[in-house]
């Protein structure tokens, strides 16, 4: 087993919330790798957590178990799903945060039954802080391997769909939206690169602005919009040496139009 445990939250770095986290894994599992993959998600945006996650997780050795709690629901009943992807382990809440990958072939997920849970002898959960109360210990145990996927309640069945759907696409047109902003403001779109190879040739259209598709940042002036394909493999807008988001005036949500042209 890998023992190697990553953690995507929106509780950002205020307060003792992700120490403490880590800490109840650590007091399950002490010899556990946890690796912060991010805890900047904006709060209460699931979405960008499963957008991350999905195309993340590929660069972690098989057996990791991967942790997205992005929980606005926490102390409701939604569910808590785990599921195994790939060789990968995933739990969050049912939310539409695992919505896509839960979705891809040969995934399989689980339902955490709370009798299961209360048989486990872990502490009573708070009404807020399930990140250390239930997703902690099972993660652990998962990771240790003394859990097994299938130990901890049904098949999931039908899942919470994403907020955000799919990008829309016809001969000469892809309709997508931007999913989340990096720090130096980049707008990062729900629009794969395999998308973009339908159309001929690409323009971008966004905030108001038409812009052509480039390689790298460096091959327009600064100040200057661009779009391209970055390192996720992802449709990105940028703006040369400085940034998309604000000059553009957009933010997450944001539609964003691919269209073909022969100019």
Known sequence: MARIITLTTDFGHKGPFVGVMKGAILRELPDALIVDLTHEIPAHWPIEAGF???????????????VAVVDPGVGTRRNIIAGEVDGHLFLAPDNGLLHALMNQPGARCHR???????????????????????????????????IALGDIGPPAGELVPSLLEDPACSDNEIRGSVVAIDGFGNLITNIDAGLLSRLRKAEVLAGG??????????????????????????????????N????????RGAPVTVVSTTR
């Open 52 to 66: 991350w996650l999905a195309r993340s997780y590929p660069y972690f050795p098989p057996g990791t178990v991967h």
């Open 112 to 146: 955490l039954a709370e009798d299961w849970r209360a048989r486990q002898g872990w502490p009573t959960p708070s009404n807020t802080f399930h990140g250390r109360d239930i997703f902690a210990p099972l993660a652990a145990g998962l990771a240790a391997g003394r």
């Open 209 to 242: 602005r038409r812009m052509g598709l480039c390689r790298t940042y460096g091959e327009t002036q600064p100040g200057e919009f661009l779009a391209l394909v970055n390192s996720f493999g992802v449709l990105e807008i940028a703006r040369a040496e400085g």
């Open 244 to 251: 998309a988001a604000d000059g553009l005036g957009l933010g």
